[in-house]
């Protein structure tokens, strides 16, 4: 099995920073595509930022210049560092990563529980 947890979240006043984290663990052959989706309430899930494990990323255009994807390989972890945070950042951010499970072929998605990030004054 394997598990990703999400921590870093919380309330930050508009205009700060926070540096959410997302750590693998399980029976892990290999991670691939690593990234960050983020759901408001009422709203869909949207996509974040994705970073490869050959370290090239993109990002949603609504965090383009605030937020950074960054991983650590040997950590089996993942980071999303948010800067000028918005009252619309406000929302659930949850980690994805492509994986393959020891044993098995296959490479499939896991998703962690989410974070909770509250952007208010």
């Known amino acids: 099995q394997v598990q990703l947890v999400e921590s870093g979240g919380g309330l930050v006043q508009p205009g700060g920073s926070l540096r959410l984290s997302c750590a693998a663990s399980g029976s892990i052959a290999g991670i691939f595509d690593m990234a960050w989706h983020r759901q408001a309430p009422g709203k869909q899930r949207d996509f974040v930022a994705r970073i490869t494990d050959e370290g090239s990323t993109n990002v949603a255009d609504s965090v383009k210049g605030r937020f950074t994807i960054s991983r650590d390989n040997a950590k089996n972890a993942v980071y999303l560092q948010m800067n000028s945070l918005k009252p619309e950042d406000t929302a659930v951010y949850y980690c994805?990563?492509?994986?393959?499970?020891?044993?098995?072929?296959?490479?499939?998605?896991?998703w962690g529980q989410g974070t909770q990030v509250t952007v208010s004054s």
């Open positions: 994805n990563a492509d994986i393959r499970r020891v044993g098995h072929a296959g490479i499939y998605p896991w």
